[in-house]
Antibody, heavy 121, light 109 residues
């Protein structure tokens, strides 16, 4: 069965860096675009970044451009989010999610359990 | 950037009620609109994709409609397990970009 397992969250000081990882299993990873979505405590969902199936395209929401980098390793079935210059407003649960393949339609059909990032001094 | 306006932000209803949530895009997005359900402490779940298609395994009491800028999500007869927060999400393929509506919290009356 499809599984996405995030790791790497924790408490970090403002201005510091953190790297999140998402291990995928149960599907052909190289066929799918992968996303990161976050949710600040008590707030709504915010889309963060996407990487195409082959890593050739990467796009970000404006608030993280220049600070966050999404990457993937198709040999290890992992997708990562490198976060630098972290701010208190980056505090959130970060979810890794799979995008449906184009022939199946659209939408994020599988999600991880989330990993909490807390930016605080 | 395309902005999504979802309403209402909260809604009280009873089991058996018919419930409708709307989402409006700031520009024409064709049918590039998905709907999700999220329960407290859990990851979101995809319910409707491409505006009106029911995701596999999702009960038929959930439905979506609309195209262009105006979209509607309906639960035909609320069940106890449907009390949750619902989000619309638009997507753009070139370049790949997503954005979510603000969410609608559906509570028991």
């Amino acid at each position: 069965q499809v599984q996405l397992v995030e790791s790497g969250g924790g408490v970090v000081q403002p201005g510091k860096s953190l790297r999140l990882s998402c291990a995928a299993s149960g599907f052909t990873f190289t066929y799918y675009h992968m996303h990161w979505v976050r949710q600040a405590p008590g707030k709504g969902l915010e889309w963060v970044a996407v990487i195409s199936y082959d890593g050739s395209e990467r796009h970000y929401t404006d608030s993280v451009k220049g600070r966050f980098t999404i990457s993937r390793d198709n040999s290890k079935n992992t997708v990562s989010l490198e976060m630098t210059s972290l701010r208190p407003e980056d505090t959130a649960v970060f979810y890794c999610a799979r995008e449906k393949s184009p022939i199946e339609g659209a939408g994020l059909d599988y999600w991880g359990q989330g990993t909490l990032v807390t930016v605080s001094s | 950037d395309i902005q999504m306006t979802q309403s209402p932000s909260s809604l009280s209803a009873s089991v058996g009620d018919r419930v409708t949530i709307t989402c409006q895009a700031s520009q024409d997005i064709s049918d590039s609109l998905n709907w999700y359900q999220q329960k407290p402490g859990k990851a979101p779940k995809l319910l409707i994709y491409d505006a009106s298609n029911l995701e596999t395994g999702v009960p038929s009491r959930f439905s979506g409609s609309g195209s262009g800028t105006d979209f509607t999500f309906t639960i035909s007869s609320l069940q106890p397990e449907d009390f949750a927060t619902y989000y619309c999400q638009q997507y753009h393929n070139l370049p790949l970009m997503y954005s979510f509506g603000q969410g609608t919290k559906l509570e028991i009356k």
